[in-house]
């Protein structure tokens, strides 16, 4: 890494809530009690975490990578709204729309659980988009096993294609079970 790589977190922006879009792809859900919570979190302690998005230049839009709920509570609470001034905090990351994905996940993941299907939803757009299951292990922070169950969940054969398949995992990274160098299958 770069001796002058600045962490995101240093330049929080003020962004109008009315310029920031949810994305299509986060599979993080709460409860609605815990949605209550954050919402009294947020009014008690103000914003303390800003939202991570990334900036569509092409549609001036702030798209959401991490922080869906903190932006839904200033979209639904008046009050938090109104004392923010409408105004979210955020910080941008650039990057292109898989490792966006793969940074929601691991934020989701360091986080809590997420919902199974939207998950498997996930990894089929990344196997679509070319990624290696390594890079997709790598990346989202899963097991084999996980990755396997994902892929056989949404059902479609095109997630296999172009693998070799052998009686079993045995030969996968049988020497160093964390062996990232070559796919699943």
């Given at each position: 890494?770069e001796?002058?790589?600045?962490?995101?977190?240093?330049?929080?922006?003020?962004?109008?809530?009315?310029?920031?879009?949810?994305?299509?792809?986060?599979?993080?859900?709460?409860?609605?009690?815990?949605?209550?919570?954050?919402?009294?979190?947020?009014?008690?302690?103000?914003?303390?975490?800003?939202?991570?998005?990334?900036?569509?230049?092409e549609?001036?839009?702030?798209?959401?990578?991490?922080?869906?709920?903190?932006?839904?509570?200033?979209?639904?609470?008046?009050?938090?709204y109104?004392?923010?001034?409408?105004?979210?905090?955020?910080?941008?990351?650039?990057?292109?729309?898989?490792?966006?994905m793969?940074?929601?996940?691991?934020?989701?993941r360091?986080?809590g659980?997420?919902?199974?299907?939207?998950?498997?939803?996930?990894?089929?757009?990344?196997?679509?988009?070319?990624?290696?299951?390594?890079?997709?292990?790598?990346?989202?922070?899963?097991d084999?096993?996980?990755?396997?169950?994902?892929?056989?969940?949404?059902?479609?054969?095109?997630?296999?294609?172009?693998?070799?398949?052998?009686?079993?995992?045995?030969?996968?990274?049988?020497?160093?079970?964390?062996?990232?160098?070559?796919?699943?299958?």
């Open positions: 890494m001796s002058n790589y600045k962490s995101p977190v240093y330049e929080v922006r003020a962004v109008p809530i009315e310029k920031i879009v949810a994305n299509s792809y986060n599979p993080n859900i709460v409860a609605p009690p815990e949605m209550k919570l954050l919402e009294l979190s947020i009014w008690e302690d103000g914003y303390t975490m800003p939202c991570v998005c990334y900036y569509d230049k549609r001036d839009v702030y798209e959401l990578v991490d922080g869906y709920h903190r932006y839904m509570v200033m979209k639904k609470s008046k009050r938090i109104e004392r923010e001034n409408g105004m979210l905090p955020v910080t941008v990351i650039d990057k292109d729309i898989s490792n966006r793969a940074s929601t996940i691991r934020h989701n360091a986080r659980t997420h919902n199974v299907e939207l998950m498997s939803e996930i990894v089929a757009e990344l196997t679509k988009a070319n990624m290696s299951d390594a890079w997709i292990l790598r990346n989202i922070g899963m084999r096993d996980e990755l396997l169950r994902l892929k056989q969940i949404t059902g479609i054969a095109a997630l296999f294609a172009n693998r070799e398949f052998s009686d079993g995992l045995q030969n996968c990274g049988e020497n160093d079970p964390t062996d990232l160098d070559h796919d699943v299958y």
